[in-house]
C-alpha cells in the first residue's frame, strides 16, 4: 500500500512535465489519465503500470493496471489488474490479454493474433478479426468476434460472424462456419440444419 501511495504521488508531481516527453519511453507510469508521467501519444516499449486507468496511442511490452487503454495497437501482454481482475482495451492486439485470475473485460476493436483470457471464474472478450482463441472463465462468461481463425471457449456464449476452427460454450451461434461447435445449443445461420443441440458442423 505504501508503493502504491509513493507512486501515485511520483506521477501526480510529473505528470505537468509530460509535455516536454521524447517520442517514446521505456517506462509510463500512470494513476488516472490525463495524469501520468508521459502523455497519450508518447509510444511506450517496455513497461506501463495505470494504478486507475492509463491511456496511449501504441503499447509494445506488459501493460499493467486496473484499466489499460491503447488507442492504438498493442504487441505483447496486457494484464487487468494481475492478479485479481481489470479491464484491459486496444486497437489491434498483437499478444495476450489476460483479464485477471478472478475475471475481466477485453476489448479489441480490430485484428487480434494471439489470445484473450477474460478470466477464470468469467469475463468478457471482444474482438473485430480474431486468429488465435479466446477463452472466456469457468462461471460466466463470453466471447464476441468477427471473422475467427481458431477457438472460442465459453462458459455461457459464443458469438461470431465466420469461424474457420471450434466453438465450445452453453450456447454457439455463428453465421458461416467451417468447423465444429459443442454445447447445448448450437446455431449454424448459413447451414443446411442451421440448429442443433450438443455437436454441430459444416465444412
Not at 493474433?113 to 471464474?121: K, N, V
Not at 478479426?129 to 472466456?136: K, P
Request: glycine share 14%; aromatic share 8%.
Amino acid at each position: 500500500m505504501k508503493a502504491i501511495v509513493i507512486l501515485a504521488f511520483t506521477v501526480s508531481l510529473l505528470s505537468p512535465f509530460s509535455a516536454f516527453s521524447a517520442e517514446s519511453t521505456p517506462l509510463q507510469l500512470s494513476l488516472l489519465h490525463p495524469l501520468q508521467i508521459f502523455p497519450k501519444e508518447t509510444k511506450v516499449q517496455g513497461l506501463r503500470i495505470n494504478l486507475l486507468y492509463g491511456v496511449n496511442d501504441e503499447m509494445t511490452g506488459i501493460d499493467l493496471g486496473a484499466i489499460n487503454r491503447t488507442t492504438g495497437k498493442t504487441q505483447g501482454l496486457q494484464l487487468g489488474a494481475f492478479p485479481f481482475g481489470g479491464v484491459n482495451i486496444t486497437g489491434d492486439l498483437d499478444g495476450i490479454q489476460f483479464g485477471g485470475f478472478w475475471g475481466g473485460v477485453n476489448l479489441a476493436d480490430g485484428d487480434v493474433s494471439g489470445l484473450q483470457i477474460s478470466g477464470i471464474f468469467g469475463g468478457f472478450n471482444k474482438a473485430g478479426n480474431l486468429n488465435g482463441a479466446q477463452i472466456a472463465g469457468i462461471l460466466l462468461g463470453v466471447n464476441l468476434a468477427q471473422n475467427t481463425k481458431g477457438i472460442q471457449i465459453a462458459t455461457l456464449y459464443n458469438q461470431a460472424e465466420e469461424i474457420k476452427g471450434i466453438q465450445i460454450g452453453l450456447v454457439n451461434v455463428c453465421k458461416q462456419m467451417t468447423g465444429v461447435q459443442i454445447g447445448l445449443a448450437n446455431v449454424i445461420q448459413e447451414s443446411r440444419i442451421p440448429f442443433l443441440p450438443v455437436v454441430n458442423a459444416r465444412f
